[in-house]
């Protein structure tokens, strides 16, 4: 079966700085999403990566998946504490079904 | 936002109780599932739908069933619930099998006691 691994875990960054996490697959991806989650609340859809080297920005977060199709990154730009919460990937995997990282729970101290 | 209720947003019940959780979209999307979400286990497949009457077991689908009679409503039932089925319960749904993602309620969170 698909294994997702996501890293870091957490981070905690300062109002205004950069940050990226990774999601990386144990096999090529056909479909990476990326959702945020807050405390409490379901997971919102972020943005969906098909192609190899595929790059999709929405605002200030920037979503890539590698040429291989093995590994995706989210990138924020210029942080600030509405980005705060739980992003996970997810990937297609068997028909219907969908397998998720663990999420990286990000903090953003104003 | 997507158009997804879940229900009840919270309870609790005794263990050996039968507890049933609904969820009830208004897109008309042909795929539903359903998941819990557990610390150090993430997000993991219970069961799915891909239509009315059609549905499949995921990953955790032990002591637990489903029904969907139509196409907006799918309910999850715990036969008799158990301690260790206390966790958040999410409904997703998606417009296509693939390729599409997944568009989540707000969760359901049961205690069993």
């Known amino acids: 079966s698909q294994e997702l691994e996501q890293s870091p875990q957490s981070l905690i960054v300062q109002e205004g700085k950069n940050l990226t996490i990774n999601c990386t697959s144990s096999?090529?991806?056909?479909?990476l999403y990326w959702y945020k989650q807050k405390y409490g609340e379901g997971l919102i859809f972020l943005m969906m990566?098909?192609?190899?080297?595929e790059e999709k920005s929405h605002e200030k977060i920037t979503a890539k998946l590698d040429e291989k199709k093995q590994q995706s990154s989210l990138h924020i730009t210029a942080s600030q504490p509405s980005h705060a919460g739980i992003y996970l990937c997810?990937?297609?995997?068997?028909?219907?079904?969908?397998?998720f990282g663990d999420g990286t729970t990000l903090t953003v101290k104003p | 936002d997507a158009g997804i209720t879940q229900s009840p947003r919270h309870k609790v019940t005794e263990t050996g109780t039968p507890v049933t959780l609904r969820c009830h979209q208004t897109?008309?999307?042909?795929?539903m599932y359903w998941y819990r979400q557990d610390p150090g286990h993430g997000l993991r497949l219970i069961h799915y739908?891909?239509?009315?009457?059609?549905?499949d077991k995921g990953e955790v689908s032990d002591g637990y069933s489903v029904s969907r009679s139509k196409t907006e409503d799918f309910l999850l039932t715990l036969e008799s619930a158990t301690s260790s089925q206390t966790s958040v319960y999410f409904c997703?749904?998606?417009?296509?099998?693939?390729?599409?993602?997944?568009?989540f309620g707000n969760g359901t969170r049961l205690t069993v006691t």
């Open positions: 997703a749904i998606s417009e296509t099998r693939d390729h599409s993602p997944l568009h």
């Open positions: 096999k090529t991806l056909y479909g």
């Open positions: 990566l098909q192609k190899g080297g």
């Open positions: 997810g990937a297609d995997s068997n028909a219907g079904k969908s397998t």
């Open positions: 897109e008309n999307h042909r795929y």
């Open positions: 739908s891909y239509g009315v009457k059609d549905t």
